[in-house]
């Protein structure tokens, strides 16, 4: 597969919107794609959880909370939100909304399509089934961790390149978020969005 075909970019303005639409109508089946020390490896996205930074009792920004970590949520869109969980599995989320609306939208899982070999040294398996069908998993195959935390999706270390076929909304379905009892009234909401057809999920 050539590389040239992940060399565009969503637009920077794209991510400044609700974080509903912008999740069925752009993120998922979209590209991510990280150039870590000139090796391009790109998976397509197939599962994705949206987080509502200012209710939502499972965001870290809940309540409009601001610290040094949560700060690049509260730009306009279009940033890599990146964080460590349990001190060792670093997970990746794509800033959204306009500016002081700290939404996110978590990655939770990607068909491995570009730089296999390099995601396969990088996770010590070649079992692509297990490759990035978890937030974790990804993240340690792309080379993302939490150094990358207010990345531009604009540059050439991490982006998303857009969708390369038509994605309606029969190819999406929606689930509760997974990983998060302690959310009380939030964690039952249907804010886990996937490519219903896709092996490639961290959950059926």
Request: hydrophobic share 30%; net charge positive.
């Amino acid at each position: 597969m050539n590389e040239k075909l992940f060399e565009r970019h969503i637009a920077a303005a794209t991510y400044q919107q609700n974080p509903f639409d912008l999740v069925r109508d752009t993120i998922l089946g979209a590209y991510l794609c990280t150039r870590m020390d000139g090796q391009l490896t790109v998976g397509k996205i197939t599962e994705a959880e949206v987080y509502i930074g200012g209710e939502d009792k499972a965001a870290h920004s809940y309540g409009f909370r601001k610290t040094p970590r949560t700060a690049i949520q509260f730009k306009e869109g279009g940033y890599a939100y990146t964080f460590l969980v349990y001190g060792m599995y670093h997970q990746f989320c794509v800033t959204t909304s306009p500016p002081g609306q700290p939404d996110t939208i978590l990655i939770r899982a990607l068909e491995p399509i570009f730089g296999i070999s390099d995601m396969c040294q990088r996770r010590g398996t070649h079992n692509i089934k297990k490759l990035t069908t978890g937030p974790g998993k990804l993240c340690q195959a792309l080379g993302i961790t939490k150094h990358h935390n207010g990345e531009p999706l604009t540059g050439n270390l991490i982006w998303l390149s857009p969708r390369q076929e038509k994605i309606t909304p029969d190819h999406i379905g929606c689930t509760p978020r997974i990983g998060i009892d302690f959310a009380g009234e939030y964690r039952d909401k249907p804010w886990r969005f996937i490519l219903k057809d896709s092996p490639y999920l961290s959950r059926p």
